[in-house]
């Protein structure tokens, strides 16, 4: 008897990389999984139904239960086949694991429309049509959402798309958890970075490297992106996610877990700082009298000017 026995995870993306790895631990600890993955390039397009039977292949040559989908997570209807599988076969929703995801990397003058609009299909639009349509059967007895946000969020040059939608799984985590937490379905984002993984294509390293090495932008903005030498595979990010669902981590709710090499860690939650008021409002005047500048300003370096910016 595991963790989780006889209860259901959905689990998106999950023929490959992170997804694999936690439909095994779910599966591990008694879930029966629905195995949802196109099995698609890691920029989208193609398509292979034997990359998500494999891992149920690989599930019930373990003893567990699960059964495979492959529809495209980029429309509403991906989503209504989803859940549509899982009560098809198992009767019920626990757990939702927003895994799916492509990445186009791209300077802004060289992304295209479609770039933009694929990348937020699936890693955002694609999350949501998930949630929109598994969320009435959560209610029924209460669960919990994991979903992949990515430290490309808090800015990756190259990578506007990527970075624009995987924000905006970490604002869409914050009102879901306000929305759904009355009826016990916790709702959380996890930022991770492991190796191997589906989205180690060489474009990504390139970026990375530009702007740490030439440009001298740490990946955060107080740390450099770093799992103090250390790079443990999927099957640490699947950990976080399953312990996510536990009844070990009930008081996190909204909240983001990032996860590098070795570290983990819970972000802060985002707060004001250098706070200045004006009882009668802004003017343009106002804002341009020395001390509100030297208040909202001094000592923070533009991190972000090049070697050859004037």
Same mark, same amino acid.
């Given at each position: 008897?595991?963790?989780?026995?006889?209860?259901?995870?959905?689990?998106?993306?999950?023929? @490959?990389?992170?997804?694999?790895?936690?439909?095994?631990?779910?599966?591990?600890? !008694? $879930?029966?999984?629905?195995?949802?993955?196109?099995? !698609?390039?890691?920029?989208? !397009?193609?398509?292979?139904? /034997?990359? $998500?039977?494999?891992?149920?292949?690989?599930?019930?040559? $373990?003893?567990?239960?699960?059964? $495979?989908?492959?529809?495209?997570?980029?429309?509403?209807?991906?989503?209504?086949?989803?859940?549509?599988?899982?009560?098809?076969?198992?009767?019920?929703?626990?757990?939702?694991?927003?895994?799916?995801?492509?990445?186009?990397?791209?300077?802004?003058?060289?992304?295209?429309?479609?770039?933009?609009?694929?990348?937020?299909?699936?890693?955002?639009?694609?999350?949501?049509?998930?949630?929109?349509? /598994?969320?009435?059967?959560?209610? @029924?007895?209460?669960?919990?959402?994991?979903?992949?946000?990515?430290?490309?969020?808090?800015?990756?040059?190259?990578?506007?798309?990527?970075?624009?939608?995987?924000?905006?799984?970490?604002?869409? =985590?914050?009102?879901?958890?306000?929305?759904?937490?009355?009826?016990?379905?916790?709702?959380?984002?996890?930022?991770?970075?492991?190796?191997?993984?589906?989205?180690?294509?060489?474009?990504?390293?390139? =970026?990375?490297?530009?702007?740490?090495?030439?440009?001298?932008?740490?990946?955060?903005? %107080?740390?450099?992106?770093?799992?103090?030498?250390?790079?443990?595979?999927?099957?640490?990010?699947?950990?976080?996610?399953?312990?996510?669902?536990?009844?070990?981590?009930? %008081?996190? %709710?909204?909240?983001?877990?990032?996860?590098?090499? !070795?570290?983990? /860690?819970?972000?802060?939650?985002?707060?004001?700082?250098?706070?200045?008021?004006? /009882?009668?409002?802004? =003017?343009?005047?106002?804002? %341009?009298?020395?001390?509100? =500048?030297?208040?909202?300003?001094?000592?923070? @370096?533009?991190?972000?000017?090049?070697?050859?910016?004037?």
């Amino acid at each position: 008897m595991g963790q989780f026995s006889d209860r259901v995870a959905i689990i998106t993306g999950a023929g @490959r990389g992170i997804g694999r790895d936690a439909a095994l631990l779910f599966a591990a600890e !008694g $879930a029966k999984v629905v195995v949802n993955d196109l099995g !698609g390039g890691p920029q989208g !397009g193609g398509a292979d139904p /034997a990359v $998500a039977q494999a891992v149920v292949d690989e599930i019930l040559a $373990a003893g567990g239960t699960a059964v $495979a989908e492959t529809s495209s997570m980029v429309s509403m209807a991906a989503g209504k086949a989803v859940v549509d599988c899982a009560m098809d076969h198992f009767g019920r929703i626990d757990f939702l694991i927003n895994n799916a995801g492509i990445i186009r990397p791209r300077r802004i003058t060289e992304m295209s429309e479609e770039d933009f609009d694929m990348v937020l299909a699936v890693n955002l639009k694609g999350y949501f049509a998930m949630v929109r349509a /598994a969320a009435d059967y959560l209610k @029924r007895q209460g669960g919990a959402i994991v979903s992949m946000s990515s430290p490309s969020g808090f800015g990756h040059l190259g990578m506007v798309n990527y970075s624009a939608a995987k924000e905006g799984v970490v604002g869409m =985590t914050r009102s879901l958890a306000r929305e759904l937490g009355e009826f016990g379905i916790r709702c959380n984002a996890v930022r991770p970075m492991s190796h191997p993984t589906t989205m180690a294509i060489p474009e990504v390293f390139e =970026t990375l490297a530009y702007s740490t090495e030439t440009l001298g932008i740490p990946g955060l903005s %107080n740390q450099w992106l770093s799992g103090h030498g250390l790079m443990p595979g999927p099957h640490s990010v699947a950990a976080v996610i399953a312990w996510l669902c536990s009844p070990l981590s009930e %008081n996190l %709710n909204g909240r983001e877990v990032y996860i590098v090499g !070795g570290q983990v /860690a819970l972000v802060q939650e985002p707060e004001l700082i250098r706070s200045q008021f004006a /009882a009668e409002g802004w =003017t343009w005047d106002r804002l %341009n009298e020395p001390e509100v =500048t030297r208040a909202l300003t001094y000592d923070v @370096r533009n991190r972000y000017r090049g070697p050859g910016a004037g």
